[in-house]
């Protein structure tokens, strides 16, 4: 039989679907397994776990197309809800920087999806590119881990409950306290890093928050606890633009393996929605230097992969 262009088969008594666009056989248990268990540990730190789940998929599945962007775009489309819910029941989102992450990385997105289809279709080049993201992220968090003193990250309240408020909200600086303490950044210098991020997720496939969640905490000095909501939701909105893009650029274009593979795509989102919201759900009670630790692991090990293969 077949659903959504996925043939079902048989295979030794076992259930195995065939995904045409992605060329894969898989048992269907498989993708959203893997996405729950990425997603739950990503989450706590405002990140959906693409970033590591498109290295999964290039190098053990060998889903090596512009497709396998789009779809992973896809999964943070199903996933990111889950955390997004859990962030805003709990009034953990700081709303106006999340609309200041979202004007400059939606724009920069598209463009980012042009590149991928017309320079980076070449799966060399696209590991290349991976494996360069992958690196530099774990240089922040590694930064950031031994630089700590110097970097306010907020204060942890022992029960988990967080408190968060707008005091000044301008085109030029946004002034908040978060638990008691101040924090000032400059609007125009994270709209530009937003852009500039935009593009690159668009490339890559993550949507950007795994890029501007360390840089939000590093340069800007931002708690952590206070930016994995914003970081999840400009993750959410920009994914669903990409989504669209590569989809209309598969029509224009008439060409396969540009637009996402839905099943694959819903499948690993399934999974990833249960653990976007876990992740929420367990921040509040985890060390920020924990968080960081299994973020530097997760970055670094495939990113040095790539770039010696």
């Known amino acids: 039989s077949i659903i959504c262009g996925t043939w079902i088969v048989k295979k030794k008594g076992d259930t195995i679907l065939f995904f045409p ?8 248990v498989l993708p959203p397994l893997l ?12 990140l959906s776990g693409a970033f590591l789940l498109l290295p999964f998929q290039v190098s053990v599945f060998g889903f090596n197309t512009p497709a396998v962007t789009a ?64 690196l530099y992220i774990c240089f922040r968090l590694i930064r950031d881990l031994f630089t700590r003193k110097i970097i306010n990250p907020g204060k942890k ?52 928050g795994a890029i501007i969640s360390p840089f939000l905490v590093t340069y800007w000095r931002l708690p952590v606890y206070a930016v994995a909501g914003t970081a999840m939701m400009g993750t959410f909105v920009t994914s669903t633009a990409a989504v669209i893009g590569f989809a209309v650029f598969s029509v224009i274009s008439h060409q396969s393996g540009v637009g996402p593979d839905w099943t694959l795509g819903i ?36 990113g040095l992969m790539y770039i010696m293969s």
Request: with cysteine.
């Open 157 to 208: 309240p022992i029960d988990g409950s967080f408190y968060c408020q707008v005091k000044k909200n301008t085109f030029s600086e946004l002034v908040f306290e978060f638990n008691s303490e101040e924090f000032k950044t400059k609007t125009v210098g994270i709209f530009v890093l937003s852009l500039i991020v935009g593009i690159i997720g668009g490339i890559y496939g993550i949507g950007g």
């Open 267 to 302: 499948l690993f989102g399934l999974g990833g929605l249960a653990g976007t919201y876990a992740g929420a759900a367990l921040q509040r009670f985890l060390p920020v230097r924990v968080i960081k630790i299994i973020l530097i692991l997760c970055t670094g090990i495939p």
């Open 35 to 46: 996405s729950l268990m990425i997603a739950t540990v990503t989450a706590p730190a405002g």
């Open 71 to 134: 779809t992973n775009h896809l999964y943070n489309l199903v996933a990111i809800p889950g955390g997004v819910f859990r962030y805003i029941r709990e009034k953990r989102m700081l709303w106006p920087l999340t609309w200041i992450v979202v004007a400059g990385t939606l724009p920069g997105v598209f463009g980012g999806i042009y590149i991928r289809w017309k320079w980076l279709s070449n799966p060399k080049a696209f590991k290349i590119f991976i494996g360069f993201v992958l």
């Open 21 to 28: 666009q992605s060329g894969l056989e898989l048992n269907p």
